[in-house]
């Protein structure tokens, strides 16, 4: 579970889910945040559905009691899968990208991009793992990467074969 202390202030947060808070709070509905974003979201099926939540006091978030883990970015970007993505300051901005090389064809890969100064709240199911990716090449499936650095250089890696439909 994740404790927000609200001074006065804001927080956006995965729709469903606060758990409980203290104080004083307003949840309100954020929108895709322009025609956009609201288009990227409806045709690629990435992002997460947001709140605003503005007051004071302390917030209690969680997400199927999945780990959390928190991110604090200077002046610098994470893409993370829209699933994994339960909170974020307000300053920092987000927008859904299509991961490099992964075109309509490889499935489309999506992501959420958040971008500037401040945390980050992300979920896993279980404990990650952290791959060191400047010793040499790294792989990893689409589906299982939770979240990375906006400054790697990432792709798709093909590797099919024709042998792979032969009776299948």
């Known amino acids: 579970m994740l404790r927000v202390q609200l001074p006065p202030g804001e927080v956006l947060a995965k729709q469903g889910s606060m758990v409980a808070f203290q104080g004083q709070m307003d949840f309100d509905y954020e929108g895709s945040g322009g025609i956009g974003k609201l288009f ?3 045709m690629t099926g990435e992002g997460a559905s947001l709140m605003r939540v503005r007051g004071q006091g302390l917030l209690y978030l969680a997400d199927n009691a999945d780990d959390i883990h928190l991110f604090y970015l200077e002046n610098e970007g994470l893409t993370v899968n829209g699933r994994n993505l339960l909170a974020f ?11 490099q090389g992964a075109g309509i064809a490889a499935g489309g ?4 991009t958040v971008v500037g100064t401040g ?10 793992v ?4 400047a010793r040499m090449p790294t792989f990893a499936d689409g589906q299982s990467a939770v979240c990375w650095s906006t400054g790697l250089q990432v792709g798709v890696n093909r590797t099919m074969k024709a042998g792979a439909l032969i009776g299948r």
């Open 40 to 42: 990227k979201k409806a």
């Open 130 to 133: 952290l791959l060191d990716v």
């Open 109 to 112: 890969l999506f992501n959420t």
């Open 89 to 99: 300051q307000p300053q920092l901005t987000w927008d859904i990208q299509r991961v």
């Open 119 to 128: 945390w980050v709240a992300v979920t896993t199911h279980g404990t990650p």
